[in-house]
C-alpha cells in the first residue's frame, strides 16, 4: 500500500473514541442505514463549526460552504473504521487541507471589509444588532490577523472551535509543545494590541 | 516548581492541558509568586475574551449541498454490496467469483497473445514538437515504498505540472494516439505481481482504451456537401467527426473540474482536425492536460490533427477556476482548416456526472497513481473510494477487468 498522503490523517495509534463517534466496531459490522445515520449526526455535530473555521481561512462563507460539503462528502467514501483516531479531527483536517488548497490559489487576499459574513450574528438578531457583532467580528480578526499564520491557526482552532491540543496536532502536524508556545506567545502578543476595553 | 511569567505551562494550565501532576505543580507555583498570579489572570482574562468573541453563530450549508451529500452517502451505501476493493472482507456473490475467474483468463490471455503496438522511442535530442505550451517546472516526485526500478531503456518522463492561465491561454490538444498501454500495465500487475515503473504509465493510452460516451455539450463537423442520388430533399454533408465534452468535478482536487473530451472520427475517412483548448484567463488560475508525459524525445504515435477513421480518443484537462460555475473557455476546432462549431466550456456544478465521465475520471486517478504523480493528493483511499462507487453489476467486461486490476494493484 502507498503511504498515506499528506492531504489526509496519518494513521495513528487510535486514542479512545469520543462518545458518540464511533462508527462500529467494523465497516462491515455498520449496517448501511446506520452508516447513514453517522453522516447524519456528523453533518448536525460538525457542519456549523467547519463553516466558522474554514470562513477564517477563506474569508468567503460561500466558499467555506463548498469546501465543507466537499469534506463530508469524503467522509462518506471513507472506510469508517479507519476514523477511530477520531470523526472530528479527521474532518478539521480534512476541511483545513481543501480550504489551504483553494486559499493558496487564489492570489486575491480579500480585506477584513469585503468579508462575506453572512448571517454572521444569526437568524435571531435584529439588523442593528447584526451590524453591530459584524462589526465586533471584523474588529477581533484584524488583531487576529496581526498574528503569524501560525499562532492565528491555533488561536481560532483553541478558542473558536475548541480542539485540545492533541486534536490541534493531528489537524496542523505541530507538536503539541509549539502548539503550546505558539498560543502562549499569540495570547501575550494579543493583548499588546487590543485596546485598553478589552485587555485584562 | 519554579516558573518564569514567560513559561507557556501557565497558559496550558488555564486551558486545562496539562495532566494532573503538572497542574498541581503550576498551582503550587502560582500560590507561591504573586507576579504568577498576576500573569495567571492575564492569561484567563484573555481566554474569556476570546473564547466569548470568537464564537460564531451556526452558519449551515445550503439545502442542495446537504443533499449533495446524503445523495453521495446513498450512493456510497449501494455501491458497497458489489465488488470488495481494499482487502475489506466483504463476500462477493456468488456468479460474480466465476465472472472475476473468467476475467482474469481473458485479460492473461490477452497479453500472452498481442504485442505492444508500440515501442518506446529512444533518447533523442530535439524537444517534442506539437504541444504549444511549453512544459511547465515539475513537481517533486514522491516515491511509493519500495517502487519497482524505471525501465532503463524508455525516455525518463518528466511530470506534467500546471500550466499558468494568463500566460499561456492555449494549448492545441492531440488527436490521436495509442492504446495498448493497458496491456502492459495489466501484464506487470497480474502477471508479474508488481506494480509497473512510474515512467511505464501513459495516462492518455489507458484512458483511451475504453469507448467513452459523455453526456455533455457536442458539436459536429460535416464536410463538403455531396450530392447522393437517394437523398431528395438536398445534399448530404457526411460528419467529419463529433466533438463531446462533459465536465465534472475533479475527484482528487474538489476545487478543480475535469474536462473531458471525446474526438470521433469519420466512418469511412480519415480527417484533419485541430482542436485547441482556450482558457478564459479571466476565470481560469491553471490548467493541466493530463498524461502526455513527453520524455527527452518524441513519443511516437502521437497526432496533432490526423485522425484516422472510425476512431474515438478521449482527452481530460485538469481546470482550476478562480471561481466556481464560470465560463471556464472554449474549444476551437476546425477540420480540414474549415472551422467547425465552438464548444463553450461552462461547468454546471449541480448536473449529474455521466457514467462514463465518472468512470473517465476513476482511469485518470488510477493512471496518475501508478505514475506517482500528485503523489501528495491520490493516494490508495481516493483510488479505492472511486473504484467504489464505480462498481456495479452492469459493468462491460472491459470496465469489470478495470476494476479487478485495480484491486489487484492496491494490494501489491
Redesign the interface.
Known amino acids: 500500500?502507498?503511504?498515506?498522503?499528506?492531504?489526509?490523517p496519518k494513521v495513528l495509534t487510535p486514542p479512545s473514541l469520543d462518545a458518540g463517534e464511533s462508527a462500529g466496531a467494523e465497516?462491515?459490522t455498520l449496517s448501511?442505514h446506520d452508516?447513514?445515520k453517522f453522516?447524519?449526526q456528523a453533518?448536525a455535530n460538525y457542519?456549523?463549526a467547519l463553516?466558522?473555521y474554514a470562513?477564517t481561512i477563506l474569508y468567503d462563507?460561500d466558499?467555506?460552504?463548498?469546501v465543507?460539503?466537499?469534506t463530508?462528502?469524503r467522509l462518506?467514501?471513507?472506510?469508517l473504521s479507519k476514523l477511530r483516531g477520531g470523526l472530528k479531527p479527521w474532518l478539521y483536517t480534512v476541511c483545513r487541507n481543501?480550504a489551504l488548497?483553494?486559499h493558496r490559489?487564489?492570489?486575491r487576499s480579500q480585506p477584513l471589509d469585503d468579508m462575506q459574513w453572512?448571517?454572521?450574528?444569526?437568524p435571531d438578531l435584529q439588523p442593528d444588532e447584526q451590524v453591530d457583532q459584524h462589526e465586533?467580528?471584523a474588529e477581533?480578526m484584524g488583531y487576529l490577523n496581526r498574528l503569524t499564520a501560525n499562532q492565528r491557526e491555533v488561536?481560532?482552532l483553541?478558542?473558536?472551535q475548541g480542539l485540545?491540543?492533541q486534536d490541534i496536532q493531528k489537524v496542523t502536524d505541530l507538536s503539541t509543545?509549539n502548539i503550546?508556545?505558539l498560543?502562549?506567545?499569540g495570547?501575550k502578543r494579543?493583548?499588546e494590541f487590543?485596546p485598553d476595553d478589552?485587555?485584562? | 516548581m519554579k516558573l518564569h511569567p514567560e513559561d507557556p505551562r501557565i497558559t496550558a494550565y488555564v486551558l486545562g492541558e496539562l495532566g494532573p501532576d503538572d497542574a498541581a505543580a503550576v498551582e503550587q507555583a502560582v500560590a507561591e509568586d504573586p507576579e504568577l498570579q498576576i500573569e495567571l489572570g492575564k492569561t484567563v482574562a484573555a481566554r474569556q475574551f476570546l473564547t466569548s468573541k470568537l464564537t460564531l453563530p451556526g452558519d449551515t450549508l445550503l439545502p442542495r449541498q446537504r443533499e449533495n451529500i446524503r445523495r453521495r452517502a446513498r450512493h456510497t451505501r449501494g455501491k458497497t454490496r458489489f465488488i470488495s476493493l481494499v482487502g475489506t472482507a466483504e463476500a462477493l456473490k456468488p456468479w460474480l467469483i466465476p465472472a472475476a475467474a473468467a476475467a482474469v483468463l481473458s485479460v492473461a490471455t490477452f497479453i500472452l497473445t498481442r504485442v505492444p503496438e508500440n515501442k518506446p522511442a529512444p533518447i533523442v535530442t530535439n524537444p517534442p514538437a506539437g504541444i504549444t505550451a511549453p512544459a511547465p517546472v515539475a513537481p517533486a516526485r514522491v516515491t511509493k515504498p519500495n517502487p519497482p526500478a524505471p525501465t532503463p531503456d524508455l525516455p525518463v518522463l518528466s511530470a506534467h505540472g500546471s500550466i499558468a492561465a494568463a500566460e499561456f491561454p492555449t494549448l492545441d490538444l492531440p488527436v490521436f494516439f495509442g492504446k495498448s498501454n493497458l496491456a502492459s500495465i495489466s501484464k506487470s500487475i497480474i502477471n508479474e505481481q508488481h506494480l509497473p515503473a512510474q515512467n511505464t504509465v501513459r495516462l492518455e493510452e489507458v484512458l483511451n482504451q475504453f469507448s467513452l460516451r459523455l453526456n455533455g455539450t457536442a458539436a459536429i463537423a460535416r464536410g463538403a456537401p455531396v450530392w447522393h442520388p437517394d437523398d431528395r430533399d438536398g445534399e448530404v454533408s457526411p460528419p467529419v467527426a463529433t466533438l463531446t465534452t462533459e465536465m465534472i468535478g475533479c475527484p482528487w482536487k474538489p476545487s478543480a473540474t475535469l474536462l473531458l473530451i471525446s474526438i470521433r472520427g469519420n466512418d469511412s475517412s480519415d480527417s484533419d482536425v485541430k482542436i485547441t483548448f482556450h482558457a478564459n484567463v479571466q476565470n481560469v488560475v491553471r490548467y493541466r492536460l493530463l498524461g502526455f508525459t513527453p520524455g527527452e524525445g518524441r513519443i511516437p504515435g502521437i497526432s496533432l490533427t490526423h485522425l484516422p477513421a472510425k476512431s474515438i480518443t478521449t482527452l481530460a484537462l485538469e481546470i482550476e477556476p478562480s471561481q466556481p460555475g464560470s465560463e471556464l473557455g472554449s474549444l476551437e476546432w476546425s477540420t480540414a482548416n474549415k472551422a467547425a462549431p465552438s464548444i463553450s466550456l461552462v461547468h454546471k456544478k449541480d448536473a449529474e456526472p455521466s457514467d462514463d465521465a465518472r468512470f473517465a475520471a476513476l482511469v485518470c486517478t488510477f493512471a496518475q497513481w501508478l505514475a506517482g504523480e500528485q503523489a501528495g493528493i491520490i493516494d490508495a483511499d481516493i483510488v479505492s473510494a472511486l473504484a467504489r462507487e464505480i462498481a456495479s453489476t452492469t459493468l462491460p467486461a472491459d470496465r469489470a477487468d478495470f476494476l479487478n486490476l485495480i484491486d489487484r494493484s492496491l494490494h501489491l
Do not use: W
Open positions: 500500500m502507498t503511504e498515506a498522503s499528506k492531504n489526509f465497516e462491515e448501511p452508516r447513514e453522516i447524519e453533518l457542519e456549523s463553516i466558522g470562513s462563507l466558499r467555506a460552504r463548498d465543507v460539503q466537499d463530508f462528502i462518506c467514501e471513507q472506510d481543501r488548497d483553494i490559489r487564489d492570489k453572512k448571517n454572521v450574528a444569526g465586533r467580528m477581533l488561536i481560532i483553541k478558542f473558536q485540545s491540543y509543545s503550546g508556545f498560543i502562549h506567545t495570547l494579543l493583548r487590543l478589552l485587555r485584562a
